[in-house]
Structure formats: C-alpha cells, structure tokens
C-alpha cells in the first residue's frame, strides 16, 4: 500500500473513530442526563475530571512522546521494542506511584467522602490507560485496528448502559459504563502487542534518555490537564453538583465536536514526525496546510451553527432539566476553531520539529489565563463564568504558539480564502435560522436545520471552487465512478 493510499485510510478509519466517539453520546446521554439529572451527571464528571490528573500523573506525557519516538524507530523492531519497554517501565512506575496519591487524597478530604466507590471505579481509567500503548499502535499507524476494537467496546457499553442505568442512584453504574466504553478495549491492546514488539527483554535499556523529553511533556500535559479540566474542578468547590452538570452538557457537545476537528491531525502526527526523519520537508509543509485549510472548513460551520441552535441542541441531548446549559454552550464554542488550530500548530508542527518547549510554554499560559478568570468568574456567572475561562484560555495558547512559528505559519494562514467560508456561513445561516419558529420537537429542529445549514454550505464553497473542498469532492466521484 503506497504511503499516500495509507494516509487516506489512515484518516478514514480516525473518521470512523470519531464518529463513534460522537453516535455513542449522542444515543447515551440524552437517556442518562434525563435519569441522573444534572446533579447526577454533574457528579459523574467531577470524578471524571478528578481521576484525569491522577491518570496525567501516571502517563507522564508519553501518550504524546511515545508517538513520536516509536514512529522513529517502527521500521527496527529490536529498537522499537526496546524503546516500548522503556518507556512501558516509566508509565508502570508512575502508575503506582499516582495510586497511591489517589487513596491519600481519597480517605483525607472530606468533601469526596460521599462517593469513594464512584472514585475508584473510575480510578481504574488510570491503570487502563498505562498497559494500553495506545501511543504504540498510533506510531505504527493501526486506525483500522484501533477502530474495531473501540467498536466492539462501545456497542456493549451501550447495550450495558441501556440495561443498569435507571435511577438517579445508578450514577455510579454509569460512571464504570463510562471507563469500560473508552478504556476496557486497552486490554485488548496489552494482548495483542507482541504482534509488533517482542516480549522479551532484549537488553541494553537506556530509561534515562527518554527523561528529559517525557519530562516536557508531561509538563505540557499538566498543563493541559489543568486548564481543561479545572474549570470543572473549580465549579465542584465554589457551586453546586447541577452547576457541574449544566456545565457538563455544555462541554459533551463541544468535546464531540473537538474530536471532528482534530482528527485529521491525530492521524497525522506519526506521518509528519517520519517526514522530518527522514527530511522530506515539502511533503511536511504540503500535509500541514492541507490540515490547516480542513480545520477551518470545519470548525466554522460547526461553531456558527451550534452557537445559532444552541438550545436545541441542549434540549435534544440532555433534556429541558438543563436549560442551564445553553448560554455556557454558546460561550465555549469558538474553542472549536481555537483548538482545531493549536492542535495543528503544536502536536502536527511543534512536536515534530523538536519545539515541544513551546507547546509548554503555550498551556502554562492557558492554565494561568484559566485559574485567574475562574476564580474571578465563577462566582458572579457560575458555569458561564467558567465557558468564559476556557475560551480566554484557549486563546492564549494559540497566541504563545502562533508567535512561536509565525514565520513558518504565516504564509499558510494568508493562503486560506477566508471570503469564501464566510460567504458559505452566510448563506447557511441564512437559509437555516427560520427552523425553529417551526415549533416541531428539538430533534426534528436540529435535522431540519443541519441538513440545510451545511448543505447549502457545503455547496457554496463547490460553486466557488473552494480547493480542498472540490479535491475532496472529486475524490469522492472517482470513488463512486461518477
């Protein structure tokens, strides 16, 4: 298979994925935020939320790190396999080491006291997370296994969910639903890695040169974790558990919407980090504006039309328990467009070129811009307060980054046509925003809506020969012999 017929395959399986990743809230969660309520769910996702850094803790940034240096190295299996069992050691170590953080702070504050049994149960993302290697199979670029065994996973966290969850006490049940659905399938992983490295030790081990860069990464992903998650960490203690959870139904929606955006450069990550192995700056520079061009696309249109249907969508999702929801929803949604664009800037350009400090230096910044306007938000707005907070944050990260290449990105932002999404956003808001005076019910409004709001979209941007659009367009008539 050609390099560039992988890619495609490569992005079509990630697309899949990620469809997934969005069918499956969409069926669960509007049945379980009706039958937690938002106190429920609220409780769900602080636990959620407070097991993340216990989870960043124990990864230590190799989730990220580990892709790109395994990809280095995929083509030797003796020093790939070494490089996995380095790295395998330092996630075990950190493992138990962040387990026993866990049961301290666990058994010491007296505010998680009331729900030590949903705690653990979710604690398990941690231990799963570590054998799983999904840094590995990423490297060797294996979407279309990763996708069938996510599949698998998530159909019978569906059926499991449907069948245990029926009172507002079964939020504990929905929380391990949770954990099963997105990490159970890392046992799978553990199981079939001696498929591409060897299980044996083949001696040799060099754990301290991975330090210093697993150091900077996982300062980047505490970073990360700090300013993503802190907004709800922060709503626990100074709010309510149904400020958490209008807050939560506000971040679902955008959560699945981020994963549209940023598939195509999870995909690409592997690819680039091998172009700059091997030297092939051109073909680096081609597929990184090619993704800069495709984030555009997508996270506009998505951004306008959730902001523009906000309610519907809210109402559909989680029930009108969560009208709370709605303008926090409204507030949060440009970090579609922001965090489409850092994910290409820092894990597609920056990660690669070596430049993670920068990356680093980025989410400081978004974490400080996050705690500062929280902790001065959240008290007068509650959860919009917050929404507030992550999009100030979002935006402070793309600034440090966007300094950091502007040489290099410059040029790639002047050769987007701007015009013509605008012009197609236009077109589409206005052929779409007369729905909801048509009273039907918050589904029928949303497929009525959306249908029309990116058709005429989608269309615009082919009659005035948008090019990814119309590559894309025609790829797919070939397809279909057309």
Known sequence: MSKSKSLKLNFIMNAILTMSSFIFPLITFPYVSRILLPEGTGKVNFATSFISYFTMFAQLGIPTYGIRICAMVRDDRKKLTRTVHELLFINLVMCVISYLAFFIILFTVPKLHEDKLLYVIVSANILLTTIGMDWLYKAL??????????????????????????????????????IFAGC????????????????????????????????????????????????????????????????????????????????????LLPRVSYYIKQNQMDSFRSVTKKALNFVFLISLPLTVYFILFAKEGIYFLSGKEYTGAIVP????????????????????????????????????????????????????FQSSGAAIGTVAAEFAVL?????????EVTPMFKAIKYYKIIIALVLGVAASFWVPFLNFNSFVTLVISAVIFFAVYGVALLIMKEQLVNDIFNQVKSKLHI
């Not at 065994?149 to 929380?175: C, N, P, T, W």
């Not at 600034?399 to 040489?407: E, R, S, T």
């Open 329 to 380: 929803m409204q507030i949060i949604m440009p970090t579609l467009i922001l965090i489409g664009i850092t994910n290409i800037l820092g894990i597609q350009i920056l990660v690669p070129l070596g430049k993670e400090k920068y990356v680093l230096y980025s989410e400081i910044a978004g974490a400080i811009t996050d705690l500062i306007l929280n902790a001065i938000l959240i008290p007068f």
């Open 141 to 178: 670029e294996q979407y279309t296994y990763i996708t069938i065994r996510s599949l698998i996973f998530k159909v019978v966290a569906l059926v499991a969910m449907f069948l245990l969850v029926h009172e507002q006490k079964d939020y504990v049940i929905y929380g391990g639903i949770a």
């Open 184 to 267: 159970a399938s890392n046992i799978m992983n553990l199981i079939n890695v001696h498929k591409y490295i060897d299980l044996k030790p083949v001696g040799d081990y060099q754990i301290k040169r991975h330090l210093k860069a697993v150091g900077v990464f996982f300062a980047m992903s505490c970073a990360t974790t700090i300013y993503l998650h802190l907004d709800t960490i922060m709503l626990k203690f100074m709010t309510t558990d149904a400020d958490v959870g209008y807050y939560g139904a506000a971040t679902k929606i955008k959560t699945i919407l981020v994963s549209i955006v940023t598939s195509l450069g999870t995909v």
């Open 399 to 407: 600034l440090v980054q966007f300094y950091a290449l502007k040489d």
